[in-house]
């Protein structure tokens, strides 16, 4: 198999030589950003599952690491979270130097005790994150269930000092379940959540925080998010959350966060109510995004997987497959009279910065300065699409302008769509071409876009981070062009640069 260097991201991250999948244990400790991750130690297919390690001060420079928790002859290391346990309730270090913490799902291998199982497992690090030892008491905690898992941890106040609360999910029954426990290693069930909203695959990758409304720490809200694959609005897998509140023990959502009853989004017919549940993500590639443990000055900062199970182990990519999106700092905003979650990028700096603005175009096609080579495109534009029926940009697009990926914003449906079929590279699986839209309001006329353009990537930040959208596409060499046009009656670029990163 040829190498695909045009793939590499750059300005996300990927292994060096071998395959990813989730996140895993985020957390920022000492002045260090670690990235953890599903991770084949020995191929660029899933399976060997460990968590690989990637350090960062900045969120956006990623240093590959050694494999931090292995797979072994008894269990796969599947999805998980990681805490700094300060006040070392687990014993696993010492008051000057308290450990942190993982707590992952434990796949058990045939022929083992726990054989057919998951359970959630305990590794520790008294080095800062560099190295694990696994716990020899493991599992800490079972259920007898083959579908126990990917347990985001964190503190919770509780009587006599704070204590620990666990979501994992009981995937195959579209269960979220809270457990609690005061030293990480006994825990006790605290109550479920669940079926609710989009239950048209397994729920997984479960995680949840409070955030301020509005900037207002005094009106806090919990948000839930639960990963399901597949049956996720855009196809296969995605992320969806609900708005809330919880107790340490118990969370409850909103009554507009839920709808009336949950919705099958494998059966087509279902798409319109699909539609209602509340979304990280409208595009096809952003799955088991959770957030950073510990993250300075309260941020809540999210990462997700770019891939979706449809045809993650298809990707066009060689010697390594998947990427992690860029880090999103997350907060809630009301919106129509409910808190929404809103998303913005974390970037590297601007260069070479070209601007256009209070330009009117009308039926045409504008070309843009191409992607400067090995870096990035950030495209910031402020739009008035005015009366015409489509405006938007073509991204990878051919010399003759033919092939293109195409995002574009209908103002009669209030639709913003993102189309990859006639982008680059769509051969590899029969799931792949596809084109995905969401709901999108203008604000006082105008329509806000921050689209990232990476070697295999678009991610679409519009109205500030209110609606994302992310897909992978493979352009061929050469597809490289990138315009903006109106359809069918005039629109106002008011606004409109574009920019490298890397
Ligand atoms: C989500 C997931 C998790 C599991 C992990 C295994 O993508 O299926 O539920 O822990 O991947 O790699």
Redesign the pocket.
């Known amino acids: 198999q040829a190498d695909t260097p045009h793939y590499r991201p750059a300005i996300h991250y990927t292994a060096r030589d071998t395959w990813l999948?989730?996140p895993n244990g985020l957390v920022y400790y000492g002045g260090t950003y670690h990235l953890y991750y599903?991770n084949n130690p020995h191929a660029n297919v899933?399976g060997n599952?460990s968590w690989g390690h990637a350090t960062s001060t900045d969120l956006v420079h990623w240093t590959e690491q050694p494999v931090a928790i292995a797979c072994d002859a008894t269990e796969d290391v599947?999805?998980g979270s990681i805490v700094a346990d300060q006040a070392n309730t687990s014993g696993f270090g010492t008051a000057a130097n308290p450990p942190l913490v993982a707590i992952y799902?434990s796949a058990f291998k045939d022929g083992t005790p726990h054989a057919g199982t998951q359970a959630q497992s305990l590794a520790y690090s008294n080095d800062a994150g560099m190295t694990w030892t696994k716990f020899s008491g493991n599992p800490v905690l079972t259920r007898a269930s083959a579908n126990f898992?990917?347990p985001k941890v964190f503190s919770y106040p509780g009587p006599d000092g704070p204590e620990w609360v666990m979501a994992a999910v009981e995937?195959g029954e579209q269960k979220v379940v809270f457990y609690r426990s005061a030293n990480l290693r006994e825990w006790a069930l605290a109550s479920e959540f669940g079926p609710a909203n989009a239950v048209g695959g397994?729920w997984?990758?479960p995680d949840l925080f409070p955030l301020p409304v509005d900037g207002d720490p005094v009106h806090a809200k919990w948000v839930l998010v639960v990963?399901l694959?597949p049956g996720a609005v855009a196809g296969g897998?995605g992320g969806q959350y609900f708005v809330g509140d919880f107790d340490g023990a118990t969370f409850t959502p909103d009554p507009s966060s839920l709808l009336e009853s949950p919705v099958d989004g494998t059966d087509p017919a279902n798409a319109a109510r699909l539609r209602e549940c509340r979304w990280l993500d409208w595009g096809r590639d952003y799955?088991?995004a959770v957030s950073f443990s510990n993250a300075p000055d309260n941020r809540r900062i999210m990462i997700g997987?770019l891939n979706n199970?449809d045809y993650a182990n298809s990707l066009p990519t060689f010697p390594w497959r998947s990427g992690m999106s860029l880090a999103r700092e997350v907060t809630l905003e009301m919106v129509d009279g409910r808190p929404c979650l809103v998303q913005k990028p974390v970037l590297p700096g601007r260069r070479n910065i070209q601007s256009i603005s209070g330009m009117d175009l009308c039926d045409r096609v504008l070309r843009l300065p191409d992607v400067v080579p090995g870096t990035a495109q950030l495209i910031e534009a402020e739009i008035l699409p005015g009366a015409a029926q489509k405006v938007g940009f073509r991204l990878w697009a051919d010399s003759d302008g033919g092939a293109a990926a195409v995002l574009a914003y209908d103002p009669t449906a209030g639709l913003l769509s993102l189309d990859r079929r006639n982008a680059g590279d769509t051969g590899f699986h029969p799931s792949f071409p596809s084109a995905e839209s969401s709901p999108l309001a203008l604000d006082g006329g105008v329509l806000t876009l921050r689209i990232v353009v990476d070697h295999c990537s678009v991610e679409v930040f519009a109205q500030g981070g209110k609606v994302v959208l992310t897909d992978l596409v493979f352009p061929y060499a050469g597809q490289s062009g990138t315009s903006v046009f109106a359809d069918g009656g005039p629109a106002t670029i008011r606004k409109l640069d574009v920019s490298a990163l890397s």
């Open positions: 999948n989730d599903q899933w599952m599947y999805s799902t898992r990917d995937a397994e997984e990758c990963n694959n897998s799955y088991a997987w199970w």
